[in-house]
């Protein structure tokens, strides 16, 4: 009487990335079933033996029951569709200056982003490993690890790029996430296997310390503006009174030349450095 091969079979819900399984005991007519859902990776010893598209398989190319008797081997199911959302967070804060104030500032950010194994073999060598203690928390910490040094000068270069004023930058976290995703999704796809389907920004901060810094600085180049412009002429310095369109002692207009920012068109006083509409630096 033949003996009944030992099959082994994926049992799960498909949520998880990948699911690491033990079989013991095996011998040459041993196979293993790999559904549609995932590939599968054979590791004997340590060693990767094996990378298996969906189908049916033995588990040993020969198959000598003297050769292969009461072997074990490890079973790495590794999912195609399965997504694994990530939590992240800057560790530290990246130094940033006020386009309008030039004043230095700490900004920090955090989120979440969306993956999926895209090439089982890399993804195993690189991430998953042969520890067999290792888990999915595991690979989320490795991976929020390794992605935080792309992630923190991705978002530095696109809020300067942007030239945003700290109280802006909440409100483009959607086009500053679109611009840190190519640096991230290449970092994950050609190192590790892993594809990336979202990456998202939850909120972006900056000390109150930070921000009263800047406000004050606002306000004190406001007032310093509002006394030039409304109380001597720009030309000359002579007294002005309200009302006055020219000046007495030398004719000048007393009205400000302005300064239109070729961005966005805001109007800002002649001594503006910093468009006051878009944060854009002007000429």
């Known amino acids: 009487m033949a003996n009944k091969v030992k099959l082994i079979k994926y049992e799960g819900n498909n949520t998880e990335l990948f699911k690491k399984i033990t079989a013991e005991g095996l ?19 340590g060693v990767l033996m094996e990378t298996l598209n969906s189908g049916s398989y033995y588990i040993f190319k020969e198959k000598s029951k003297k050769k292969w008797k009461g072997v074990s081997v490890e079973i790495i199911y590794l999912s195609k569709t399965a997504k694994l959302k990530i939590l992240w967070g800057t560790k530290t804060q990246f130094s940033y200056r006020d386009p309008q104030t030039d004043i230095p500032l700490k900004v920090g950010a955090h989120g979440e982003m969306e993956v999926q194994i895209g090439n089982p073999r890399k993804a195993y060598m690189e991430l998953i490993g042969a520890d067999k203690l290792f888990t999915t928390e595991d690979l989320k910490e490795r991976l929020s690890m390794r992605l935080l040094g792309k992630i923190e000068p991705a978002i530095a270069a696109a809020v300067k790029e942007k030239g945003l004023t700290y109280d802006r930058m909440n409100e483009h976290k959607d086009e500053i996430s679109q611009a840190v995703l190519p640096a991230i999704s290449k970092l994950l796809e050609e190192d590790y296997g892993i594809k990336v389907f979202s990456f998202t920004i939850g909120n972006i901060v900056i000390s109150q310390e930070d921000i009263s810094n800047i406000e004050e600085a606002r306000a004190k180049a406001a007032a310093e503006e509002g006394a030039v412009e409304g109380v ?20 000048a207009s007393a009205v ?14 002649a001594k503006a450095k910093f468009c006051s509409g878009c944060g854009r630096k002007l000429k």
């Open 232 to 251: 001597v002429c720009p030309a000359c310095g002579a007294p002005l009174e309200a009302g006055d369109k020219f000046c007495p002692a030398c004719g």
């Open 256 to 269: 400000p030349a302005k300064k239109e920012c070729p961005f966005c068109g805001r109007k800002n006083s």
């Open 27 to 45: 011998d040459g007519d041993s196979k293993v079933l790999v559904p549609e859902t995932h590939n599968a990776i054979i590791i004997k010893d």
